[in-house]
């Protein structure tokens, strides 16, 4: 897509940067941006442009991730690390109440803790759709939370456009990037020498009016839009999200969650860089004679076993029905939770996954096994199918040794007459929804 | 506290104190709880079929649904089993004891709905406490409803509950059957699963019989068959559905089951709803 720039857009030199990380602070708010820490890019304060880090960048694959050294001075030349926003907006650990007992009795208190005044700077597009997917979860409810609301509500977003991708990147797939549409302040696009700068907002064009700004010439702008264009073109993973839904819930007992249980360790890892995943957990925090109690909110796991916990045992028992529930979770019944997919493909769990489960390969496999199972019903067709097998590709381009492409196994594999996935038809999310007969 | 009220936090605990505590059964307590000075919400309302968040400082919170109002005293009914940490540390807390609450949450019995119907209420064991509300609003508002029925069984005979409500309940028009699933000296009733009462009802008029039903899962499932195998469509049964509810409103995860968050778009459900993911082993 041809990227036009509009009449909007000025140009920021970074020779005069470090004033808005200046005003910034002066307008009280906490900095947060991309920086060298635990050997990649994580998010900390930012005090000065010298904290960005600059000259580096991330090289990922699946199960890989590793700095290494540009061979320029590019201050946002990388990807996404193992680190998002979320941790600032929904923090690992928030106190929620506290119940102190005085004469025989509880007074239950909400927790009343500072709410920090963040500025984020270098959000990319796909973060940007994540912070709205959380937003759904926490602020778009008949119950907000109080502690992401007033976060969120007094946070400043300073998006930038990525001007590379990362093979673990499929943003375009999920329609949520590279280029950073809505939902930012202001959003840059890095030259040489300076940024291509857009507004997003009324917040966003009082803070532009006290920089040092100037018109960005046409060729800026040409040069801003054509490394937007180079990391849509860097983009090679694909998720293929037409029918996903049903593709999914229609294969809830397929014998290739078992070959996916096999290689998952149900470590948690891509839930905790998953910048959308929410899952939670209340602790009891009691000081030694059980007077003073602190309720606190951590960041829980739809793989640890005892997520599930029912009275009598745990529901998902099984690393198999974990890893389930994570997948259809996030790209099947989050539609119908909140209405948009819970992937924004920003591959941080293709890259932190300790043993390289790949999402997008993950639903590839069930989409093969679909089509041969559709390819199979048909009048006939046995024999063609099983040399389509035994010729090691199947209709998607997959190897054959993979699991999954072999016969689907007893019932499990058959789509039923109602539920068979309709391949080649248009997304529709959410569109068997139970709540969208009834409302909330 | 309605879903359409301003902003409120709905983390915030309130303290309650217990009242009464009357045993029901072997481990099964039914406690009277009222808010803690009047400092609270003396207009307490709830809609049968909700549930709340009980909290025991130290212990923990766990949901109970609501099995009863109390509307003289402003106060309300949960009966509670002794299963884990938090409901053990509830039964030493006694009459007078200070615990907390948030809480209404989750969607009822859809009693409006079922106006002008023949409503037949189905529960196994402690699951009739969640439908008690709506048993006690069904009578109260007899003239607006059709026939009534109520299908109930425990493993016991001892393990039936609010067996003073019977007589009540048939005073009102309720067609009550009872089953056990093992009987005891001086149990002359019926021995028998649940869902094989529905044999006791003649007659149905299927297209306009509302079925509610709670118990445990199992149970659901069989008692939803044998609504379904006597004609009533799926879309008119409705069952109250357990998971682990920790946060009450659907920002933590824990209680889903497939597309649903029970906290949220339950725990009453519409049973074709709910019936292709019960269906699924670990789900």
């Known amino acids: 897509m041809v990227d036009q720039a509009t009449a909007d857009e000025q140009y920021l030199a970074k020779a005069d940067f470090q004033v808005l990380l200046d005003l910034l602070a002066g307008e009280g708010y906490e900095v947060i941006g991309p920086t060298l820490g635990e050997g990649a890019i994580v998010y900390g304060p930012l005090r000065s442009v010298a904290d960005l880090p600059r000259g580096w960048t991330d090289e990922q694959e699946a199960g890989h991730y590793r700095l290494v050294r540009r061979n320029d001075e590019a201050w946002f030349g990388f990807v996404v690390g193992p680190q998002s926003w979320k941790q600032y907006l929904f923090p690992p650990r928030t106190r929620l109440l506290t119940a102190k007992c005085e004469h025989g009795t509880w ?158 360790l149900s470590c948690a890892n891509c839930t905790m860089v998953c910048p959308t995943c929410f899952c939670s957990s209340v602790e009891e925090v009691s000081d030694l004679l059980g007077e003073q109690i602190a309720r606190e909110r951590v960041w829980d796991s739809c793989f640890n076993p005892q997520f599930s916990y029912v009275h009598g045992g745990l529901v998902r028992h099984n690393i198999r029905s974990r890893y389930r529930q994570w997948l259809t979770h996030k790209l099947a019944t989050w539609h119908d939770q909140f209405g948009t997919s819970g992937c924004v493909g920003c591959g941080r769990c293709i890259s932190w996954c300790p043993v390289g489960i790949d999402l997008t390969q993950e639903v590839a496999g069930f989409r093969a096994a679909a089509d041969r199972a559709l390819f199979d019903r048909r009048p006939g067709a046995g024999e063609h199918a099983a040399s389509v097998s035994g010729q090691g590709r199947g209709p998607s381009g997959l190897s054959a040794s993979r699991p999954f492409l072999q016969q689907p196994r007893g019932e499990a594999g058959r789509p039923l007459p109602d539920e068979a996935p309709e391949l080649g038809q248009s997304d529709a999310p959410g569109s068997e929804s139970p709540r969208s007969t009834e409302g909330r | 506290m309605t879903p359409s009220a301003p902003f409120v936090d709905p983390w915030q605990i309130h303290p309650v104190q217990i009242v009464e505590a009357v045993p029901e059964s072997e481990g099964v307590t039914t406690y009277r709880l009222r808010y803690c000075g009047g400092g609270g919400k003396a207009d307490y309302a709830f809609q049968p079929g909700q549930f709340n968040m009980l909290y025991v400082p130290g212990a923990g919170e766990m949901a109970i649904s609501m099995s009863g109002e109390d509307r003289q005293a402003e106060g309300w009914l949960h009966t509670v089993r002794l299963a884990g940490v938090v409901t053990h540390a509830m039964s030493r807390l006694g009459v007078g004891g200070v615990l907390g609450m948030r809480g209404p949450f989750g969607k009822p019995w859809p009693l409006d709905n079922a106006q002008g119907c023949d409503v037949i209420v189905v529960a196994g064991g402690i699951g009739l406490a969640p439908l008690r509300p709506a048993l006690q609003q069904l009578s109260a508002q007899r003239s607006a409803y059709g026939r009534l029925a109520l299908l109930y069984g425990a493993r016991t005979p001892s393990g039936l509950l609010y067996r003073n409500d019977y007589a009540t ?27 094989q009462l529905f044999d006791r009802l003649r007659g149905l008029n299927t297209g306009r019989t509302v079925v509610f039903i709670c118990g445990p899962e199992v149970m659901i499932l069989f008692a939803a068959r044998a609504a379904l195998a006597r004609g009533i469509p799926p879309q008119q049964i409705w069952v109250s559905l357990e998971r682990h509810m920790q946060c009450g409103v659907g920002m933590c995860g824990h209680c889903q089951l497939g597309p649903l968050l029970l906290c949220r778009d339950g725990p009453v459900v519409r049973y074709d709803h709910a019936e292709r993911w019960l269906q699924v082993e670990g789900l």
């Open chain 2, 169 to 195: 309940w048939q005073d009102a028009g309720w067609q009550v059957e009872l089953t056990v699933d093992r009987h005891e000296p001086g149990w002359t009733g019926r021995v028998g699963v649940v869902p």
């Open chain 1, 107 to 264: 007074k239950m208190q909400p927790a009343e803790e500072p709410v920090p005044k963040y500025a984020f700077l270098g959000v990319r597009a796909c973060e940007l759709a994540a912070l709205d997917v959380q937003d759904r979860v926490f602020m778009h409810s008949a119950f907000p939370d109080p502690h992401y609301v007033q976060r969120r509500q007094q946070a400043l977003v300073i998006a930038v456009n990525c001007t590379q991708a990362a093979p673990t990147c499929f943003c375009t797939s999920m329609a949520t990037g590279p280029r950073c549409r809505q939902g930012f302040d202001l959003a840059l696009t890095e030259l040489a020498e300076g940024f291509v700068l857009e507004i997003g907002s009324p917040r966003g064009r009082e803070l532009a009016a006290r920089l040092p700004l100037a018109p960005a010439s046409e060729q800026q702008c040409r040069d801003a839009a054509d490394a937007r264009a180079q990391a849509e073109q860097q983009i090679t993973r694909h998720l293929a999200t037409a029918g996903l839904r049903e593709l999914l819930l229609s294969n809830l007992n397929h014998p290739h969650w078992d070959e996916v249980a096999a290689r998952c």
